[in-house]
């Protein structure tokens, strides 16, 4: 099974700060990767999916790059609304394995 | 709107059994992959399994293999979860999403409890 991990386990930021939360992949899994927004209370939320590509209606500020092993999760500027936890998700091969995921708080 | 409704959830004892149900409105469900997730109290997403559109393929992460089975049915536009053999190490908040790998649309999720 194809390993995922995320860095940081948890992250505390000031509005308007740009974020970044890095996954790696135990194997090349090319761009098959995914990041998802889970809210307090709340399922999971697709942000990001083929490693870089922004789901409609997410805001602008939220990116993502990457391929083979190593990918990055960026926050251009931080907002109130972003506190969440933040999961990559790779779909090269089953089980598609997610993160442990990244905690994301307000300074 | 596309919505996803899970339900079916609740306390069991470990051996026991429960089947959940997903269903599915706001879009054409004979059309999608649909899937299952699941996340322990406090920790991280579990991709659990996924069903073809037409029901021919079924995919399961090898915990539950064996024990769980996903099915659907198109005509109901209803996804479900047989869940037998239940085990502690299955409690978690389950939820139903639409697609094969991108997952773009989720249920709020049923608990499932295994406890004596």
């Known amino acids: 099974d194809i390993q995922m991990t995320q860095s940081p386990s948890s992250l505390s930021a000031s509005v308007g700060d740009r974020v970044t939360i890095t996954c790696q992949a135990s194997?090349?899994?090319?761009?098959?990767l995914n990041w998802y927004q889970q809210k307090p209370g709340k399922a999971p939320k697709l942000l990001i999916y083929?490693?870089?590509n922004l789901e409609t209606g997410v805001p602008s500020r939220f990116s993502g790059s990457g391929s083979g092993t190593d990918f990055t999760f960026t926050i251009s500027s931080l907002q109130p609304e972003d506190i969440a936890t933040y999961y990559c998700?790779?779909?090269?091969?089953?089980?598609?394995?997610f993160g442990q995921g990244t905690k994301l708080e307000i300074k | 709107e596309v919505q996803l409704v899970e339900s079916g959830g609740g306390l069991v004892q470990p051996g026991g059994s429960l089947r959940l149900s997903c269903a599915a409105s706001?879009?054409?469900?004979?059309?999608?992959?649909m899937s299952w997730v699941r996340q322990a109290p406090g920790k991280g997403l579990e991709w659990v399994a996924n069903?073809?559109?037409?029901?021919?393929?079924?995919y399961y992460v090898d915990s539950v293999k064996g024990r769980f089975t996903i099915s659907r049915d198109n005509a109901k536009n209803s996804l479900y979860l047989q869940m037998n053999s239940l085990r502690a190490e299955d409690t978690a908040v389950y939820y139903c999403?639409?697609?094969?790998?991108?997952?773009?649309?989720w249920g709020q999720g049923t608990l499932v409890t295994v406890s004596s």
């Open positions: 999403a639409r697609g094969e790998w991108e997952l773009s649309c």
């Open positions: 706001g879009f054409t469900f004979s059309s999608y992959w």
């Open positions: 069903i073809k559109q037409d029901g021919s393929e079924k």
């Open positions: 194997q090349d899994i090319s761009n098959y």
């Open positions: 083929d490693a870089s």
């Open positions: 998700q790779q779909y090269d091969n089953l089980p598609y394995s």
